[in-house]
């Protein structure tokens, strides 16, 4: 090298270090810049990329109320993108009301206290080579005296950390919890619910088709949810504080020269390994989706076990589980193998890679002389050595787990997916606007017209229908134009072939289905009560059977005692059950414990004790006595509840004055009752086919007559 170039190389190195403080603080700086926004760039939202086939996924007709019927839709994608961040800002504003809020408080607690595990972990690093140093130089006292400090500072160290396992599991509950409240909310109501916007929890299941299995996403994703969510900020926010502060640390003892350095090399083949992470959140969706399809398939089986077992179907519900079963299997095998094999490459990457990495800058004071930094001995390289190494494998580590962030942050837009569907889907249900997939009649132009209308529902004391289409929740219009009217007192009978729209007509008065046409005056739903052949019997004691929904503090407030209920027991003769069972507050299961019949006069005794205003009876009395049903008919009538009646049999018909019959093709007769002229015909056409029956015997008679004469 010629003179003069010697002489600027001596120039600019006297530059460099007259002025190295104000470089190594400029290049910390940028360092922690770099830091923070290289975090942020990557778990920012990132460009849907084109599905590998490059298919628009498959369309599917939709049904909503007073919108268009037909839609496409592809499968939702599961991310870290714009629409990750879009759901998981929108449950933040559930789990987190506002700043004063539990949660809040304990977030702030759980940052403080990873905050103070660093600054313990900074103390234990250059304590570390100060242990170390005293026993390379051979001193006994201070090797004592920093193995005290080593136990005193263990107090705080595992106090600490005790505490931020409690405040990160606290916070997964409140989290929790806040969801689940807000989700139960939704789910069953508040008690403020509109007409068309309760029942969610029936509408969920029966007028929509997005979400199968509400009870796993209630309790299973949210909790997973949760979790995650809890975890996510320790596993983000404390490696990014833990990089910079170790870092700026190890700057002081190596040069921020070295760190810089260290800093490409890692991020070079930090780019390398994203790369090539598989997508963990759409995997964690998909087994979320797979797991609720095992679970609806057995929670089914264990819903219709008693039908099952008549027709002997053990051989095809155990193909139908096993299928579910395998199909999840399957995905859990692929995702265990890519786990493995991306595990190999991580761990390579991060532990073996970055440690060679980390080893070289560790010994740079060691074999080479920094500017401005003066020859250290034996003890001092060594304590200088330890303290870097220690501070290196926690930057190391820190920095690994600010990349293993994305692949948590991954696991939680799976689980962010799910729960915001759940969260959408009851919106949208609230709303009025469903998506159902539709039978092929639904898309002729007539009934297309008729989906997309909407009708009006208006509160009356009397029940009146003016045009009024009634339409299965899968676009099968069953009536295009229904009208009749019942006065309060007026019983109605209702008649008609399976399928043709009795139950329909129901769902609609309940305020269960929508209402696409007509003018529907009605009173609340809450003045409805049905009675369905098979009766509903909740969990709890006797006495709940009887007052449901309402509970004891309830019955009481209605000035009801026990005394008065089982004198409403006694109507539908049932009062030795009490005594029977044991009392009012024995608790049983008794869809087991009592009879089909006995069932359906608990469901009557329940009628009579809430005495609505209109009684909806779907074959309330085919278990039950004549003589019986004949007693509660004529008892609820005195109590002024009007009955609307689907039955078969001719014994109702004198009791009710109105007849609404169906024709099953879409027609209907509304018209008066007469019971007797009814009952009359009945029998005449009974008689008729029976001597119907008798004419091919009568023919074969002859025919033998006949044939005797004839000889």
């Not at 949660?103 to 990873?114: G, Y």
Request: glycine share 6%; proline share 4%.
């Amino acid at each position: 090298m010629t003179t003069p170039a010697k002489d600027r190389l001596a120039a600019l190195t006297t530059l460099y270090s007259s002025n190295r403080p104000l470089i190594q603080r400029a290049l910390n700086i940028a360092f922690a810049l770099y830091v923070v926004h290289n975090t942020y760039r990557s778990i920012s939202a990132r460009p849907a990329r084109p599905d590998a086939d490059g298919s628009k996924g498959k369309a599917r007709a939709t049904a909503k109320a007073g919108e268009d019927g037909d839609a496409t839709k592809k499968p939702p994608r599961v991310a870290v993108d714009a629409v990750f961040y879009q759901r998981l800002s929108n449950i933040l504003r559930i789990v987190i009301p506002s700043i004063r809020s539990k949660e809040a408080m304990l977030l702030f607690m759980h940052s403080s206290l990873l905050i103070f595990r660093t600054v313990i972990s900074l103390y234990v690093a250059a304590l570390d080579g100060k242990i170390v140093a005293s026993l390379v130089r051979a001193q006994t006292f201070p090797f004592l005296w920093n193995i005290l400090k080593w136990l005193l500072v263990a107090i705080p160290a595992t106090w600490t950390n005790s505490w931020l396992s409690y405040v990160q599991n606290k916070l997964a509950l409140a989290y929790r919890t806040r969801l689940t409240e807000e989700v139960t909310r939704q789910y069953l109501g508040d008690g403020e619910e509109t007409e068309n916007g309760g029942k969610v929890y029936y509408k969920l299941a029966n007028l929509d088709d997005r979400i199968k299995n509400p009870d796993q996403m209630i309790t299973h994703d949210i909790q997973r949810f949760a979790t995650h969510l809890a975890a996510i900020y320790s596993n983000l926010a404390k490696p990014v504080l833990d990089v910079i502060l170790y870092n700026y640390q190890l700057s002081q003892n190596v040069g921020a020269e070295g760190l810089i350095i260290l800093s490409i090399l890692v991020q070079t083949s930090a780019a390398v390994l994203r790369a090539l992470t598989p997508p963990f959140g759409a995997y964690t969706a998909l087994s979320a989706h797979l797991a609720g399809s095992l679970r609806h398939t057995n929670s089914r089986l264990a819903s219709f076990a008693e039908e099952v077992a008549f027709f002997g179907g053990e051989e095809t519900e155990k193909m139908l589980v096993e299928r579910e079963y395998a199909g999840l299997v399957k995905h859990e095998n692929t995702v265990l193998r890519r786990r493995w094999w991306f595990g190999c490459i991580e761990e390579g990457v991060v532990k073996w890679l970055w440690g060679s990495f980390g080893l070289c800058i560790c010994a740079i004071p060691v074999f080479f002389r920094l500017p401005g930094v003066h020859s250290l001995d034996l003890g001092s390289r060594t304590e200088g050595f330890v303290t870097n190494r220690r501070l290196l494998l926690s930057s190391s580590d820190a920095f690994g787990r600010v990349l293993y962030s994305y692949k948590d942050l991954s696991e939680l837009a799976g689980y962010t997916a799910r729960v915001s569907l759940l969260l959408d889907t009851m919106a949208d249900v609230r709303k009025g606007k469903f998506d159902k997939a539709l039978v092929s009649s639904a898309t002729t132009d007539e009934n297309a017209k008729i989906l997309r209308g909407r009708g009006q529902i208006l509160e009356s004391d009397e029940i009146h229908f003016e045009n009024v289409p009634i339409v299965t929740p899968n676009g099968d219009v069953l009536v295009k134009s229904l009208s009749f009217f019942v006065k309060p007192g007026q019983h109605l009978l209702i008649v008609g072939p399976n399928g043709c729209g009795k139950s329909s007509l129901f769902r609609i008065l309940g305020g269960l289905w929508p209402v696409y046409g007509g003018v529907v005056r009605k009173p609340p739903a809450h003045q409805f009560i049905l009675i369905p052949q098979r009766p509903y019997l909740s969990l709890g004691n006797l006495r709940d059977q009887v007052i449901y929904p309402h509970s004891k503090a309830d019955m009481q407030a209605r000035g009801v005692s026990d005394a008065e209920l089982l004198d409403v027991l006694a109507m539908v003769h049932m009062e030795h059950i009490v005594a029977r069972e044991g009392g009012w507050d024995v608790a049983r299961e008794w869809r087991e414990a009592l009879s089909g019949g006995d069932q359906q006069k608990i469901a009557w005794a329940r009628l009579f004790y809430h005495k609505p205003k209109y009684a909806v009876l779907d074959e309330a009395t085919s278990l039950v006595p004549t003589e019986m049903e004949g007693m509660m008919m004529d008892h609820a009538t005195s109590l002024g509840i009007t009955l609307l009646t689907v039955s078969h049999r001719p014994s109702l018909w004198k009791y009710h004055s109105m007849i609404l019959q169906y024709d099953g093709q879409g027609g209907y007769v509304f018209t008066k009752l007469d019971a007797e002229k009814r009952l009359a015909l009945q029998q005449e056409k009974e008689a008729l086919e029976s001597k119907l029956l008798e004419v091919p015997k009568m023919k074969a008679r002859l025919a033998e007559l006949r044939a005797v004469a004839e000889r």
